[in-house]
């Protein structure tokens, strides 16, 4: 199998994995590009949920200001990211993912906080 069959291969595994997880049903509401935010979610012990950003506007950049403390955290691109629950693992989890862009209520970066309720 050629070098580029088998990073083909491997790039298909991980966007099929990401995108087989349930989209994270969140409460909170999009702000504006420059406005730091409050989300909350609920997830499972041990599952994966995708966490979208949904700013109005053209997102520039975003990353991961705080990793979460019983779960962990993977960017799959600029507006999506995904959490998995620490497997055993029942209670509160936190952190916080952040946006650039421009939009048409404000331009900027905004921090998202997200507080997760694992059960």
Same mark, same amino acid.
């Given at each position: 199998? =050629?070098?580029?069959? &088998? @990073? #083909?291969?491997? /790039?298909?595994? @991980?966007?099929?994995? !990401? ?11 999009? !702000? /504006?590009?420059? &406005? ?5 979610? /609920?997830?499972? +012990?041990?599952e ?11 997102? #520039? !950049? =975003?990353? *991961? +200001? $705080? ?5 962990? @955290?993977? $960017? ?8 998995? /629950? #620490?497997?055993?693992?029942?209670? =509160?989890?936190?952190?916080? *993912?952040?946006? =650039? ?5 404000? !331009?900027?970066? +905004? ?6 309720? *694992?059960q």
């Open positions: 199998m =050629s070098r580029f069959a &088998v @990073l #083909a291969v491997i /790039a298909f595994g @991980l966007a099929t994995a !990401s995108a087989r997880a349930a989209e994270c049903r969140v409460t909170g509401h999009p !702000s /504006a590009f420059g &406005v730091d935010m409050v989300a909350f979610f /609920a997830v499972r +012990s041990g994966t949920c995708n966490f979208p950003i949904r700013i109005p506007g053209m997102m #520039a !950049s =975003s990353g *991961i +200001s $705080q990793k979460p403390a019983h779960g962990t @955290l993977r $960017q799959v691109n600029v507006t999506t990211f995904t959490y998995t /629950a #620490a497997r055993g693992y029942k209670g =509160s989890d936190t952190f916080a *993912i952040y946006g =650039s862009g421009e939009g048409p209520y404000g !331009s900027g970066r +905004s921090v998202i906080t997200v507080n997760a309720t *694992i």
